[in-house]
């Protein structure tokens, strides 16, 4: 893909911030810089270049760890000075080992976004991959599609009725069991989070 550089405003020291974000779930990644080479590999390549402040060398993020990063969309914020890149990352992001390599909280906050649930679907896949013992979520999985989808069920049925009440907070409980049950379905189907993003999706269009 060609772009025209000339429309993109790289700072004096000719670059521009690149964020990547894991584009199933929302979840930003990571923060680094690219200049007009890095920009045009990674368009052209499909997987994301940076250029190193430090090293002063163009990288392919992923070249020694095999933690690359494929490029499915890429937004110029209203400056064009930035760029949001939405990835699909293989391994972990940041050199330390983690998923993101914003893990430093400064102000911590116990409510969930929709993010959590890419960490949720991470989670119940591990529990499938490598069992845990005492894991209820280990446990289902080794029981098979009966059970899981007997509590599924079960599970549904309690939302109806929390719904027929005037307790939030039950309501609350209650879609929260049939959300982690429902990810548990459909890990054991093979079906992702972003399988049925993408359809919600179609369905929108």
Not at 15 to 26: F, N, P, V, Y
Not at 131 to 147: H, M, N, Q, W
Request: net charge negative.
């Amino acid at each position: 893909m060609q772009l025209d550089m000339s429309t993109i405003k790289f700072s004096s020291h000719g670059l521009i911030c690149a964020i990547a974000q894991d584009h199933a779930t929302g979840e930003v990644l990571m923060q680094a810089y690219m200049n007009e080479e890095a920009l045009q590999k990674t368009l052209e390549t499909g997987y994301a270049h940076y250029y190193s402040r430090s090293r002063k060398c163009l990288w392919k993020k992923g070249e020694t760890s095999g933690h690359v990063q494929k490029v499915v969309s890429a937004t110029f914020d209203c400056d064009r000075d930035c760029i949001l890149l939405g990835i699909e990352q293989t391994g972990a992001a940041c050199h330390t080992g983690a998923r993101s390599c914003f893990h430093d909280p400064v102000i911590e906050t116990k409510k969930g976004g929709l993010t959590f649930l890419g960490e949720l679907e991470r989670v119940v896949d591990d529990r499938k991959a490598n069992p845990v013992e005492g894991s209820y979520t280990a446990y289902l999985f080794g029981r098979g599609i009966d059970k899981i989808a007997q509590k599924m069920g079960e599970e549904a049925v309690e939302v109806v009725i929390a719904s027929k009440n005037e307790d939030k907070d039950e309501l609350v409980r209650e879609i929260a069991d049939l959300t982690y049950h429902l990810m548990v379905l459909m890990e054991s189907k093979g079906v992702t989070l972003e399988d049925v993003c993408t359809e919600l999706k179609r369905r929108h269009k």
